[in-house]
């Protein structure tokens, strides 16, 4: 199994980001995937997940109507779409499926 982020980078408060996932060496679509980060000083968290068709998706409280989690299955990608970041957000940010992680990509908000 391999999970590989990108989209990483320096962004402006208010400003946007799209993360990917490139996931790798298992069947993708049957399997429910997840965003998660951890800022310094504090512990992982749950971002946004979705269901193996893209049916259903969750988001933690301090994201919602900010962050947009997709995900095409023919080409084995998961997205999150973050738009109007706060500083708050920088962190990095990790792909999750069932008990494998990627390395992570590191977002920061700031002026």
């Known amino acids: 199994v391999q999970l590989v982020e990108s989209g990483g980078g320096l962004v402006q408060p208010g400003g946007s980001l799209r993360l990917s996932c490139a996931a790798s060496?298992?069947?993708?679509?049957?399997?429910?995937m997840s965003w998660y980060r951890q800022a310094p000083g504090k512990e992982r968290e749950l971002v946004a997940a979705?269901?193996?068709?893209?049916?259903?998706?969750n988001y933690t409280d301090s994201v919602k109507g900010r962050f947009t989690i997709s995900r095409d299955n023919a080409k084995h990608t998961v997205y999150l779409q973050m738009n109007n970041l706060k500083p708050d957000d920088t962190a990095v940010y990790y792909c999750?499926?069932?008990?494998?992680w990627g390395q992570g990509t590191q977002v920061i908000v700031s002026s």
């Open positions: 999750y499926r069932f008990r494998n």
């Open positions: 060496g298992f069947t993708f679509s049957r399997y429910a």
């Open positions: 979705i269901t193996s068709t893209g049916g259903s998706t």
